[in-house]
């Protein structure tokens, strides 16, 4: 079946500006996570989604990044007045829900942000 | 708090050489570790991963090997090909969070 998608895949905005992300995870995964990847560096945490709990916001840099999924379905990454560091990759992945035993996750392609 | 670190590259190596990427880790308790790949133009793979001490993962003529006496997950193949370019990050999982390490480029030449 299809696998994790994000789009767009790339995006150039201008300092102040807001964008906003999204993840389709793969059909019947509760959980979905958002990472960032600024260049040269590790996979950040963001936020994670499972089911209809309250999301693990912990990973979240500053009050202007926020995101917000629809049931078990979409996600969407939104950063107010972007600033020159968010600059990054951003990656979304999915997986099974939380169970005794890790779920592997798996990626979407990213979407590579670029802020002026 | 959990952290990977590995091996700095680019690595460059020949066909059928030896490659080994180190990956060492810091964390409470006994987490999952994980060997994930990213080929040109595509998104993270999980390639390998062992959930506890002396697990042995191993995919594609990849190994890694869980030493918890030395808080490493070192990742080897003993013999490469020019399709296994690519970018290769050590990971843990501490219940659904994973912390990756910097990510080693290597690029295997024909």
């Known amino acids: 079946g299809a696998g994790v998608s994000q789009s767009p895949s790339n995006k150039v905005t201008e300092k102040g500006k807001d964008v906003e992300l999204r993840c389709d995870p793969i059909?019947?995964?509760?959980?979905l996570y958002w990472y960032r990847q600024r260049l040269g560096q590790g996979l950040e945490f963001l936020i994670y989604f499972q089911g209809n709990s309250a999301p693990d916001k912990s990973g979240l840099p500053s009050d202007r990044f926020s995101a917000e999924r629809t049931g078990e379905s979409v996600s969407t990454l939104t950063i107010q007045r972007t600033q020159q560091e968010d600059s990054a990759v951003y990656l979304c992945?999915?997986?099974?829900?939380?169970?005794?035993?890790?779920?592997?996750?798996?990626f979407g392609p990213g979407t590579r942000l670029t802020v002026l | 708090g959990d952290s990977v670190t590995q091996m700095e590259g680019p690595v460059t190596l020949s066909e059928e050489a030896f490659l080994t990427i180190n990956c060492t880790y810091t964390a409470t308790g006994y987490p999952s570790l994980f060997w994930y790949v990213q080929y040109p133009g595509e998104g993270l793979q999980l390639l390998l991963k062992?959930?506890?001490?002396?697990d042995k993962g191993s995919n594609k003529g990849f190994e890694a090997t869980y030493r918890k006496e030395t808080t490493s997950f070192h990742l080897e193949k003993g013999s490469v090909q020019v399709s296994d370019s690519a970018v290769y990050f050590c990971?843990?999982?501490?219940?659904?969070?994973?912390?990756f390490g910097a990510g080693t480029t290597v690029t295997v030449r024909a």
């Open positions: 990971a843990l999982s501490r219940d659904y969070k994973l912390s």
């Open positions: 062992a959930t506890k001490a002396d």
């Open positions: 992945a999915s997986s099974w829900g939380l169970s005794s035993s890790y779920n592997e996750q798996f």
């Open positions: 059909s019947g995964h509760t959980a």
